[in-house]
C-alpha cells in the first residue's frame, strides 16, 4: 500500500490544516496554504493533492526522455 503524504491536523481553534508530511509544513495549492478550514474542505482536498502529485509524476519534461 502507497504510504500517504499528506494529513490532517486539527488546529487549536477547531479548523483543519492539510499537513505534507514530507516539508511538514502546509500543503499548498496554487500557491495558497491549506490551512485554518472547515473539516469537511480539509477532507475534499486529500484526493486532488494525491491526483496532482500523480499527474505531475507521470508528465515528462522533454530533456528528461531518454535516447529514442
Do not use: C, F
Not at 59 to 68: H, N, T, V
Amino acid at each position: 500500500m502507497e504510504a500517504q503524504r499528506y494529513d490532517l491536523k486539527e488546529e487549536s481553534d477547531g479548523s483543519w490544516t492539510v499537513i505534507d508530511k514530507e516539508t511538514g509544513q502546509a500543503a499548498e495549492l496554487n500557491g495558497e496554504p491549506l490551512a485554518h478550514l472547515d473539516i469537511h474542505l480539509a477532507n475534499e482536498y486529500l484526493p486532488l493533492l494525491k491526483l496532482r502529485d500523480t499527474v505531475s509524476g507521470l508528465i515528462r519534461k522533454p530533456d528528461d526522455e531518454g535516447p529514442a
